[in-house]
Structures are given as C-alpha cells and as structure tokens.
C-alpha cells in the first residue's frame, strides 16, 4: 500500500485519514464508502471538502483498511478518484463509520 508496512498483528487497529481527490461529492460516494466501510467491520466517518475532495478517516485491521483504500481507489461506479492521500494516525476509537456534514 503505497510503501506503507502494517503490522502483522491482525488484533491491533490502525488508523488512517485519507482525502480522495476527483469526482467524489455529488455522486452517492459518501453512502457508498459507509456501506463499505460498514461491510469490512471499518470504523470511522467520511465528510464531503469545501474543496470538492472527501475526507475519511478508517480505523480496522491493518488488511481491512487496505481493502477498504482498494475499493476507494476503484470507486462506486459513478466516482472517479485521481488521488487518494494517505497518512497514518492515532486510533481514535470510533464505535461505527458515520458519515458527517
């Protein structure tokens, strides 16, 4: 994942916030990314940007929060994303993926 190494631990979280960049706001892409994010047991909220990027950030299973970054990556269907930025964090412990506005 973009040179990123996980742990092999499969019981410990990470955390990452994540910007994706492209047509991502007007095109379902924030429900679309909770119901994945739902789907592989990820936690955390996404947001639409003033600037037209989508903000998210994901706490799981080092492997669920690849997948999670591949499906982003490939989109919905009628997403297209250009870029999508990664950066570890702290785990912040969120309980479900919500979206926010």
């Known amino acids: 994942m ?10 410990k979280n990470d955390a990452l916030h994540l910007i994706v960049s492209g047509r991502v706001q007007g095109v379902g892409f924030r429900a679309w990314a909770a119901r994945e994010a739902d789907r592989l047991g ?12 989508v ?9 669920l929060l690849e ?3 591949e499906r982003l990556e490939a989109g919905n ?15 912040q412990g969120f309980t479900r993926f919500s979206i926010t506005y």
């Open 67 to 69: 997948r999670f970054c």
């Open 77 to 91: 269907g009628y997403s297209r994303t250009d870029q999508l930025q990664k950066k570890r964090v702290s785990p």
């Open 42 to 53: 990820i936690k955390g909220l996404v947001r639409n940007l003033p600037d037209g990027s």
């Open 55 to 63: 903000e998210i950030v994901a706490e799981g299973a080092p492997e």
């Open 2 to 11: 973009d040179g990123m190494s996980w742990s092999d631990s499969s019981d």
